[in-house]
């Protein structure tokens, strides 16, 4: 499978003697954009972090960009958006975007800094501190971190979780966006309908085993619970 | 190179906005300084107890300090950004480090005066030594606080974990400090004696710097 | 079969043991400075080497987890610290008392005690780290880092007499002096032999607690995977 964005092999992964996932073999081709569903606990958070390169694997292999392991080339073309938001309370807004501008070695930290604020609406409030911004306006920003660098991959842990609607909008737009660029995009998710949209193909994790994974088809978006009447449950 | 900075100068800056930990560091080291003030019998010279208390001041308050350094990575995953992004580990560390180091320095020169004054100690008798004694020793703890800070940063017990791991390991440092500053307050200076002491800081700074260097990513990528 | 090598093991080292005891209480003479009480270096002597050793083998164990995350050698870690701990006990015991008689106090702060001591408080804060951490990967990893750090300690302490001047008696066994023979050889033969039993010794309760811990993980991984039925 040359050429893929992200190839899993045969990941397992243990919490003491506790398998989180199990034998996961998984492909994404470049300007795909996979849907992870499951319940909680069936692995997708481990899998996203894994992904990302903030957890190891206890057995099997991972690649990205066809670099195995995390090389930093392959994690600077990677955004992250986790449970957490990412952001420095104390720092300002421009600051928070400029300092992981400069670390994904971003050509102009401080313009794409302004820019990205102007994007996400942010730029009248660019020179406040994080902590006092709402919660949305927090949200926006931590969409801009996980975008402003253009990342080839956007690992996305249930990212519609929590968001008002003004940020759902905004990272449906710059998620489309960024699929049209090429990008490969993988999200875990319980919002179906709105990842279904985005989504071209979907994968159900049942606890730690992968149980399905292919292309989404019209009728899933037209009812996307059939999923889980289908594949939901095994016992 | 430039990640260290990157780190070390965010870091200072969201600590300087705020001066939350700098400010109780400062504080405590000078309520410690009264509390030693009824323990010991100050007849108005702190030549024989005057390094022991000024390093036990510094630890105490330095691991104010300290103990904030990664969990201020907490609070909004800000640690699992930095360790998805393409800082290396040990850019991340030693940025961290150098951070901490800067802010202990600063603890350390508001206390220093202080303790001169309130002990009548002269500690600017030999000043070489003394800025050698406190920048190998400073740096020896905020090595071994800040990879303890990282050790523990994800445990339910951190409060309780961190003081026990983190003295025992500071005590060759600590002591190494206390014998150096005693010697330089009464006085003396460094005699042949002392050049162990001296040694077993810059040892000790070498072995524990190398040691978190080579770690520091087992701890951050579980 | 497993088990039967291990309580041979056991006889053997007790019998040895025994016999050694023998021997150091009975046939051997007293020492021309100290008299009686030197006997306690059969047991003082060996004890820390044993204590060390153990530590020793725990660093080894510690670095072979984080290169392979192999759970077998955070078990072995956990049981050989746990090992060397209580003959870091039983050496830190054997020293005071022989401290009290010899120099009539328990304990001076003397640059080689002092090193023992934290070496003691710094194990002991590993242990105490282990029963904190739930989740196994985690406690192991952490762990391992800790001990390798904590080693260091033990570096120190085992030098101590060379870079300080201390009222603990300097290097005297053979293999540190560099061949000079700075003991009565009988005596240097007997505590060569008592290190051989005690280490034996050390390395029953070693396996025994090892075999504990691993019935403890299945016993732990069991009721997880019930919870998860």
Redesign the interface.
Known sequence: MSGAALDVRAVWKYFGDFPALRAVTLGVAPGECLAMLGRNGAGKTTLLKIL?????VSQGSVSVFGSEGHS??A??K?G?L??????????SAR?NLE??G????VANPGQTALDWLERVGLNHVAHA?AREFSRGMRQRLAVA?AFLHAPDLLLLDEPFTALDDRSIALLQRLLAERLAAGATVVMSTHQLREAMELATHWALLVRGKLVHKGERTPEILADPAWVYRNYGEDS | M??VL?IAW?DL???L??KESINAAAAFSMVILVLFSFVLDISGDAREFGGGLLWLVFAFAGALVLNRSFAREQ????L?????????GWALFLGKALANFALLAVVELIALPVFGILFNADWLRFPGWIALTCALATWGMTV?GT?FSA??V????RE??LP??VY??L??VL?AAMQLTSALLSGTGITGDDW?WVK?LIGFDI??TS?SLA?ID??L?? | MKTKILMAMALFSGLYLVRNLYVILLQLPDEAAQGAIYRIMYFHVPGWITSFSAYFLAAVASIYY?VKRDSRADEFAVALTEVGTIFTMLGLGTGMVWARIIWGVWWVWDPRL?WAF?CF??YA??L??RK???EP??RA??A???S???F??VV?TYKSID??RTQHPGAVLSFRTGGEQRMDPAMEHMLFQNWFALTAFAGVIMMLRLGQERMQRELDALRRYTHNL
């Open positions: 990302a390169g903030l957890s190891t930093s080339g994690r600077r990677t992250v986790g449970h957490g938001i990412g952001i420095y309370d104390e720092l600051e300092l992981f400069t670390l994904y070695g501190r971190r | 430039r990640h990157t965010k800056r969201s600590e906005r705020t609070s909004n995953d800000c699992d950004a930095l360790v998805a992004s393409p800082l290396p071994i990879m050790l523990t994800n445990l339910r017990l309780l974990m026990v791991l025992p390991m005590i060759p002591m162990v077993l072995i524990f040691l770690l087992v701890i990528v579980n | 984080l002092t934290i408080l710094i804060g590993y105490l780290l904190t951490i739930d990967g985690q990893r952490i391992a880092v800790v390798l750090f904590a260091v300690s120190i870079w300080w």
